[in-house]
């Protein structure tokens, strides 16, 4: 748990510091919002957590 908890804090902070990423963060659905989440636990990385966010604006769910 507390590596999902890590991946959770990471994952906020990334957003903090990527505003187009937060803002389509934002946009997003409940249900998208929980399916973006979810992949966190498959992160083994900060670099895998850091391209994920950078990734985001341009994923489509």
Same mark, same amino acid.
């Given at each position: 748990?507390? =590596?999902?908890?890590?991946?959770?804090?990471?994952?906020?902070?990334?957003?903090?510091?990527?505003?187009?990423?937060?803002?389509y963060?934002d946009?997003?659905?409940?249900? &998208?919002?929980?399916?973006? =989440?979810?992949?966190?636990?498959?992160?083994?990385?900060?670099? &895998?957590?850091?391209?994920?966010?950078?990734?985001?604006?341009?994923?489509?769910?």
């Open positions: 748990m507390d =590596l999902n908890m890590n991946a959770a804090v990471t994952f906020g902070e990334l957003l903090q510091s990527n505003p187009q990423a937060a803002s963060y946009r997003c659905t409940p249900a &998208q919002r929980q399916a973006i =989440l979810l992949q966190l636990g498959q992160m083994s990385s900060q670099a &895998q957590l850091r391209a994920f966010v950078d990734n985001l604006p341009s994923m489509s769910l």
